[in-house]
């Protein structure tokens, strides 16, 4: 059984939770889409909803690749640098983009969890790419905790959304439109 192989599993369980997350982010967007919009809500968007689902659709192709039957290293290697390199580029478009929002002020939890770790995420999917013909065993590890990374961070952002419509704009669109 190669290295690769192995992870097969870990691929499939991670793949279909980001399926299915991307499915209840649309299943949200639906919910949410009669509500009255506040100014430059399209920008918060573009800064924080949709990295969210890149991510998790992320983690999709990347299950979907990884569990591919390959016959060596070289073709895995090069979707992994590939991805982590794209990835990079769009985490670094959706830091600019939560900076130059002004529909929300960030805070570091944002910071954190919208910039920072997927940064750190696609930087070590592209460095596992790298390493991978030389260090097969660690590289799987790297792009697992990756994935990972890319998971729970969209899980927490998709949460931190909804709670900030349920628990902050929704009272004050209420607030608002009862009579004065």
């Known amino acids: 059984?190669?290295?690769?192989?192995?992870?097969?599993?870990?691929?499939?369980?991670v793949g279909s939770s980001a399926g299915a997350l991307i499915g209840?982010?649309?299943?949200?967007?639906?919910?949410?889409?009669?509500?009255?919009?506040?100014?430059?809500?399209?920008?918060?968007?573009?800064?924080?909803?949709?990295?969210t689902i890149v991510h998790f659709a992320t983690v999709l192709l990347l299950s979907a690749a990884l569990s591919a039957p390959w016959h060596g290293i070289g073709g895995p290697s090069l979707v992994c640098g590939v991805i982590g390199v794209l990835g990079l580029v769009c985490a670094t478009i959706a830091t600019r983009r939560m900076r130059r929002q002004t529909a929300y002020q960030p805070v570091f939890e944002d910071w954190l969890f919208h910039a920072l770790l997927p940064v750190a995420a696609y930087a070590t999917l592209a460095a596992s790419a790298g390493v991978a013909h030389a260090h097969i065993h660690p590289a799987m590890f790297g792009v697992a905790t990756a994935a990972l990374l890319l998971l729970f961070?969209?899980?927490?952002?998709?949460?931190?959304?909804?709670?900030?419509?349920?628990?902050?704009?929704r009272p004050k669109r209420e607030e608002s439109a009862q009579p004065r």
């Open 1 to 13: 059984m190669t290295e690769l192989a192995r992870w097969v599993n870990f691929f499939v369980i």
């Open 24 to 51: 209840l982010q649309f299943v949200v967007m639906a919910l949410v889409a009669d509500m009255p919009r506040t100014p430059n809500q399209a920008q918060a968007g573009h800064a924080f909803a949709t990295p």
């Open 153 to 169: 961070s969209g899980i927490h952002n998709a949460w931190d959304a909804a709670t900030y419509h349920i628990f902050v704009i």
